[in-house]
């Protein structure tokens, strides 16, 4: 792998290798751009064999076999294996093959999302360029990137995407988009002048370009100082390969939910065995006994319960655009505690907008509609003020502009800076054809932005005239202007007062100006003074509509919400305040400070995490390590992300949720959950889902443990009194496979009970097997198991042979679960406060568990096996009248209980 990566600083060497000596050939392409003659054909050839191909290490693939192998590592499905050979051994073949195809199912599931990992490193290949320019041999030629090496010199112009990690030799308003490493909305102007420190974030390496990243304006050059793997995004790639130990919540609680299930039911089965044997019955009689018990007290219909539960809540969530790559991450996403989302694209819409407008006499303008919108309007923000005197702040910002809007299937497609962008869908707000202006006022001269000079300014024909414009940072066009429209003379301290409450409310702030002349400068920078100062703008990345309501609902919910983001930590606090993410007195946390706190220790970097929800300047790698501490910090994390440096927090996280529209590949490959409309309010309904699947396979598991514990008691007060057994190991199995196969599924499709978001989340620490499902298990259990015990006893009592005590028991039994079913529809709100008809599958599935039962009993054959005949009407209602003390007792613990928590909470 060693040969994929490379990274040098420059050294001595470099600049003898780039000035090799050479001729450039008159007439070469870009003649003007070359100042080296790059390193010879020979060397590169060489450099090549002894560094490797300039592409991502592709990870290491594990077969097929041996991931399915894998999924069965668990003590769930141990459990559930020996249940599976029991039955067999037991000779309950559809029990055993019903088992076995659970497991199965879990494989498959479990097999497909090994796969992850591998799509996304393979989507962050192509993220690379297959074409560069380079100079060789002292001439410029075009080659595959796969082929570049360090030391090459390649040549980058608008519309380029950059081959491979570069210090920039040249760079001629060379403005990148860098926003799928660094989160920056607005594009990076590159600048040769400046010596970047070995440990500066990202976004401020002015004299480097990063591979992957994409040139919006200008031209460069430089020289290859890391390719592959060792490149910015090549180690994202590497993070992205990682193996990843982090096992869902779902699972996890499960896992542990088992453990203990297990435990239990091996206790119960030796104590069994134990009195059968004091009483002198036959051994081969109790051990059937014994594993009877064991298979029936196992939920083994838990797993495909889960499984429909799951693939339902992705339905639901399917009709609200929210696409599910993972099964369990549904139920994932309704655990989490914490969402840390990106801001660029993922809070806000990722198109600078101007939102307001302020002349010098402080007429002020508000500006509606998001990014690239055209129905937006222009509004007076103070009395008096007419958006007709803004004709010429319009004509300026879309002059000095070198963006475009063009036309495509799906609306605007903007080119250009994003700056330069805003201007012009403000002049389409106004009433304004962009084009037509610039034909009719043509350019005849202009200075391009330069950081240094932190404006731009062009030259135009104006109403018979010519007109410099100038548009920049306000501090540098004051210095340029004597006198402000529209008031007498210039008040500086005014105007600055102006740009600085913008900039507080987190603006990016832009002033404008004008100077009319005669003639047309041969050099224009001689002519920028005694310039007029046309007024002010403020432009936001602005926040998506829903994204406030979205946040406020996850508040509600108890889930903590924090931005980590690569922009400045100003910006990102206004939008965090804006948002309600953070209050007025938190103090952002920085990359700088991340990445001393890690340098320092776990404590120091978990206090950083705990107190701030803002985190700004933000590296990728950086991003990683917020979610691990999270993670180790106890928290059940979701990251919302849409560009390739969220990638390895979207897969370090519980869940990744990345955006469908804008997300770029390896976003969407990296996550858990894709949100197609790119909606971060549609997290809600995902959470909201997530914890309705969770609900539900808590009512499954109810149902199925508490059902099988009241076997194991009706059995163990038989062993106790010393009568027969109640219930035969076939019966055991067959009430097991009539109320799992049918009602436990059925469970699974119960809608939402309309409090899951008035509700924080559940503790991490938290079991399934809680301390209110363990009450309502012991109370129902105790409640079935003694009253058919009674009715067993009652029936002995009377005269009635063993076998037909046995039928009334089992019958008995049937509707218990029947009953029962309805009680697990909620843990707190009342049966007669639930709408009946919510779940009509459920209903089917009781009519479906009796009527079965019923059929078995006048059918030849199977009746003899199960050992069972009809009953009268009149004992079946008797029996019904018996199974429905169970409501009144569940109803009688839920208002206890909610009694309870309500003293508690006071």
């Keep these: 792998m060693a040969r994929d990566c490379f990274y040098v600083p420059l050294t001595p060497m470099y600049p003898i290798l780039l000035s090799g000596g050479y001729p450039l050939p008159t007439g070469c392409c870009n003649n003007t751009m070359i100042r080296s003659s790059g390193i010879t054909s020979a060397l590169a050839a060489e450099r090549l064999v002894q560094y490797g191909a300039n592409r991502l290490p592709e990870p290491e693939t594990t077969g097929l076999l041996k991931i399915f192998i894998s999924q069965f590592r668990s003590p769930f499905i141990y459990v559930l294996f020996v249940a599976a050979i029991a039955s067999f051994g037991l000779g309950q073949r559809v029990n055993a093959l019903f088992i076995f195809l659970v497991l199965l199912l879990n494989a498959l599931i479990g097999t497909i999302q090994e796969y992850s990992a591998a799509r996304a490193a393979a989507a962050l290949r192509q993220m690379v360029p297959y074409r560069a320019t380079v100079i060789r041999d002292g001439r410029a030629i075009t080659i595959n990137t796969t082929d570049i090496v360090p030391g090459d010199y390649v040549q980058l112009v608008s519309g380029d995407r950059v081959p491979a990690d570069m210090r920039l030799v040249e760079a001629h308003e060379l403005q990148v988009d860098e926003s799928m490493?660094?989160?920056?909305?607005?594009?990076?102007?590159?600048?040769?002048?400046?010596?970047?420190?070995?440990?500066?974030?990202?976004?401020?390496?002015?004299?480097?370009?990063?591979?992957?990243?994409?040139?919006?304006?200008?031209?460069?050059?430089?020289?290859?100082?890391?390719?592959?793997?060792?490149?910015?995004?090549?180690?994202?790639?590497?993070?992205?390969?990682?193996?990843?130990?982090?096992?869902?919540?779902?699972?996890?609680?499960?896992?542990?939910?088992?453990?203990?299930?297990?435990?239990?039911?091996?206790?119960?089965?030796?104590?069994?065995?134990?009195?059968?044997?004091?009483?002198?019955?036959?051994?081969?009689?109790?051990?059937?006994?014994?594993?009877a018990l064991a298979v029936s007290a196992i939920p083994e219909g838990l797993p495909a319960a889960m499984t429909v539960a799951l693939a339902i809540g992705m339905r639901r969530m399917a009709r609200r655009h929210v696409i599910i790559r993972r099964l369990l991450a549904v139920e994932s996403l309704g655990s989490c505690t914490y969402i840390a989302s990106d801001k660029t694209g993922t809070l806000t819409v990722?198109?600078?907008?101007?939102?307001?407008?302020?002349?010098?006499?402080?007429?002020s303008f508000d500006v509606s509609?998001?990014?690239?919108?055209?129905?937006?309007?222009?509004?007076?923000?103070?009395?008096?003020?007419?958006?007709?005197?803004?004709?010429?702040?319009?004509?300026?910002?879309?002059?000095?502009?070198?963006?475009?809007?063009?036309?495509?299937?799906?609306?605007?497609?903007?080119?250009?800076?994003?700056?330069?962008v805003a201007f012009l869908v403000l002049a389409d707000k106004l009433g304004m054809d962009y084009r037509a202006v610039r034909t009719r006022c043509q350019e005849q001269g202009k200075v391009p932005y330069e950081s240094i000079h932190a404006f731009a300014a062009s030259v135009n024909q104006y109403e018979g005239g010519y007109e410099i414009f100038v548009k920049g940072s306000v501090e540098r066009l004051l210095?340029?202007?004597?006198?402000?429209?529209?008031?007498?003379?210039?008040?500086?301290?005014?105007?600055?007062?102006?740009?600085?409450a913008l900039a507080q409310a987190g603006y990016r702030v832009l002033g404008l100006a004008?100077?009319?002349?005669?003639?047309?400068?041969?050099?224009?920078?001689?002519?920028?003074?005694?310039?007029?100062?046309?007024?002010?703008?403020?432009?936001?990345?602005?926040?998506?509509?829903e994204a406030l309501a979205a946040v406020q609902q996850c508040h509600d919910a108890s889930i903590k919400v924090a931005m980590i983001t690569g922009d400045h930590p100003q910006t990102a606090c206004a939008i965090a305040l804006q948002l309600g993410i953070a209050d007025a007195e938190m103090e952002p946390v920085t990359g700088q400070q991340i990445r001393e706190a890690a340098n320092s220790g776990a404590d120091a970097l978990h206090v950083l995490v705990e107190n701030s929800r803002v985190f700004a300047r933000i590296e990728p790698h950086q991003k990683k390590l917020i979610v691990e501490q999270l993670v180790a910090d106890g928290e059940f994390v979701a990251v919302t992300g849409d560009g390739v440096n969220d990638a390895p927090a979207l897969r370090q996280a519980h869940v990744g949720v990345a955006m469908g529209r804008r997300g770029t590949d390896v976003a969407r490959e990296s996550a858990d959950i894709i949100l197609a409309d790119d909606n971060f309010a549609s997290i809600v309904a995902g959470i909201t889902q997530g914890r309705i699947v969770y609900n539900n396979i808590?009512?499954?598991?109810?149902?199925?443990?508490?059902t099988g514990a009241a076997e194991m008691a009706l059995v163990m007060l038989s062993l106790l009194s010393g009568m027969p057994l109640p219930l035969l190991p076939i019966q055991l199995l067959w009430l097991n496979l009539v109320t799992n196969g049918i009602q436990d599924v059925a469970l699974a499709f119960e809608p939402e009970e309309g409090h899951e978001l008035q509700r924080p989340p559940r503790a991490p620490s938290e079991p399934i097997f809680n301390r209110l499902m363990l009450e309502r298990v012991i109370v129902n259990a105790l409640v079935m198991g003694c009253l058919a015990f009674a009715v067993f006893s009652w029936q002995i009592g009377n005269?009635?042979?063993?076998?037909?005590?046995?039928?009334?028991?089992?019958?008995?039994?049937?509707?218990?679960?029947?009953?029962?079913?309805?009680?697990?529809?909620?843990?707190?709100?009342?049966?007669?406060?639930?709408?009946?008809?919510?779940?009509?599958?459920?209903?089917?599935?009781?009519?479906?568990?009796?009527?079965?039962?019923?059929?078995?009993?006048?059918?030849?054959?199977?009746?003899?096996?199960?050992?069972?005949?009809?009953?009268?009407?009149?004992?079946?209602?008797?029996?019904?009248?018996?199974?429905?003390?169970?409501?009144?007792?569940?109803?009688?613990?839920?208002?206890?209980?909610?009694?309870?928590?309500?003293?508690?909470?006071?």
């Design 181 to 291: 490493l660094t989160g920056e909305s607005v594009a990076t102007l590159k600048d040769t002048g400046v010596e970047t420190v070995e440990d500066a974030p990202l976004g401020d390496r002015a004299d480097i370009s990063f591979a992957g990243t994409v040139v919006l304006r200008g031209r460069g050059a430089g020289e290859v100082i890391a390719t592959g793997s060792a490149t910015e995004i090549g180690q994202i790639a590497a993070d992205i390969g990682a193996e990843l130990d982090i096992a869902p919540p779902l699972m996890q609680r499960i896992e542990r939910f088992t453990l203990r299930i297990t435990y239990a039911i091996l206790v119960l089965v030796a104590l069994i065995f134990l009195v059968t044997v004091l009483r002198g019955d036959d051994l081969a009689s109790v051990f059937l006994l014994g594993v």
């Design 350 to 363: 990722n198109e600078m907008t101007i939102r307001r407008i302020v002349l010098p006499d402080n007429a």
């Design 369 to 420: 509609g998001e990014g690239l919108d055209l129905h937006g309007l222009v509004t007076p923000g103070t009395e008096g003020a007419d958006s007709s005197r803004l004709q010429l702040l319009a004509h300026a910002g879309l002059l000095a502009n070198e963006a475009e809007l063009d036309d495509g299937p799906d609306g605007r497609v903007p080119r250009g800076d994003v700056v330069d």
């Design 479 to 500: 210095e340029m202007c004597a006198h402000a429209r529209g008031v007498d003379g210039l008040d500086r301290a005014k105007i600055e007062q102006q740009a600085s």
């Design 514 to 545: 004008r100077r009319s002349v005669n003639i047309v400068p041969a050099e224009p920078e001689e002519f920028l003074s005694d310039m007029e100062f046309i007024g002010i703008v403020g432009m936001m990345d602005p926040l998506r509509p």
């Design 698 to 706: 808590r009512k499954v598991i109810f149902l199925l443990i508490s």
């Design 799 to 906: 005269g009635a042979t063993v076998e037909g005590a046995r039928n009334i028991t089992l019958l008995l039994m049937v509707l218990f679960e029947n009953v029962h079913v309805l009680n697990s529809r909620s843990e707190v709100t009342s049966i007669f406060k639930q709408y009946f008809f919510g779940n009509p599958l459920l209903l089917f599935g009781m009519l479906g568990a009796q009527g079965i039962h019923i059929a078995a009993m006048y059918t030849p054959g199977l009746r003899d096996i199960l050992q069972v005949a009809p009953v009268t009407l009149h004992q079946w209602m008797q029996l019904l009248m018996i199974a429905l003390v169970l409501i009144v007792v569940d109803e009688v613990h839920k208002r206890w209980s909610g009694k309870t928590a309500a003293i508690v909470g006071s």
